[in-house]
């Protein structure tokens, strides 16, 4: 694999990390979303959120597609789970996660929440935030899909709250471009590393 770092620009970085998630055998995505999800199990279960901002994942995307059924499952009942509703402009607004049956297809293939929307600041709610990313680097660092909207989703996110990304191996690089908008995470979880927390 080539060194990432080196790479000049976001848009190539995200074609060669899209073209590398779609080489990887479908056995290689089971597992590295099991592990992922364990991990993320264990996380939950030691912080005891009472609201988990998460995500429908996307073709080949960690977690895989029964990731909120997993994330409501590690919560108590009381517990809710938003999911990201993509706005005209990029920006994000948030829904209650009611079970697969309420999702419906959105845009690039998205499946959304149906549900009553709650509007873009309800992400500040969430006691833990897990995010799709297509590359992370050491300093926390995300590379996502170019809309920018999580950027602005995580400006409305307390600083204390716990960020989390969740890639497969080899997507935790050394280093990746950096535009003052960026918006760092806490953490990652990764397949063979698990819970990685990263400096702020
Ligand atoms: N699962 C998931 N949900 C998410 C995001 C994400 O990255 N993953 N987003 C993060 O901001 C927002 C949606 N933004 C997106 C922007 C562009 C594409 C996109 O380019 N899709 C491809 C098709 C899918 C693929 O092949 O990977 C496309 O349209 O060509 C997808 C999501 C909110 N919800
Ligand atoms: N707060 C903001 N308000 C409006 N536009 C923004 C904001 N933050 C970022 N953007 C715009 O979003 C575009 C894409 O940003 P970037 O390449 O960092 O996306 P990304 O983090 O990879 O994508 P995503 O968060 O959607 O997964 C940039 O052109 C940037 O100007």
């Known amino acids: 694999m080539p060194d990432l770092s080196d790479l000049p620009r976001k848009a190539s970085l995200r074609a060669a990390l899209l073209n590398r998630r779609r080489a990887l055998p479908a056995t290689s995505l089971d597992e590295g979303s099991a ?5 993320l199990s264990s996380l939950v279960r030691n912080e005891r959120p009472n609201c988990v901002a998460g995500y429908v ?6 977690g895989g597609p029964g990731l909120p059924d997993a ?12 999911l990201p509703v993509l ?3 990029s ?12 999702l419906t297809p959105g845009p690039h293939g998205l499946r959304e929440p149906s549900g009553r929307r709650l509007g873009p600041d309800a992400i500040a709610t969430a006691e833990l935030v ?4 297509l590359a992370v680097d050491k300093r926390g660092v995300r590379l996502g899909r170019g809309g920018g909207s999580y950027d602005r989703a995580l400006t409305r996110v307390s600083p204390e709250t716990l960020v989390v ?9 050394e280093s990746l471009p950096e535009e003052p908008h960026d918006r760092r995470v806490g953490a990652v979880i ?5 819970l990685v927390h990263l400096p702020v």
Do not use: F
């Not at 592990?35 to 991990?39: F, I």
């Not at 994330?71 to 938003?82: C, K, P, W």
């Not at 920006?91 to 009611?98: F, G, M, T």
């Open 130 to 133: 897990v995010v799709p990313a």
């Open 57 to 62: 994942p996307l073709g080949p995307e960690p």
């Open 35 to 39: 592990h992922v999800v364990a991990a």
């Open 190 to 194: 990764t397949p063979s590393g698990g």
């Open 87 to 89: 706005l005209p402009d």
């Open 165 to 173: 990304a969740l890639l497969y191996d080899g997507e935790l690089v």
């Open 71 to 82: 994330l409501a499952d590690m919560l108590g009942s009381e517990a809710r789970v938003l």
């Open 91 to 102: 920006d994000l607004d948030w829904a209650i996660y009611h079970g697969p049956y309420a």
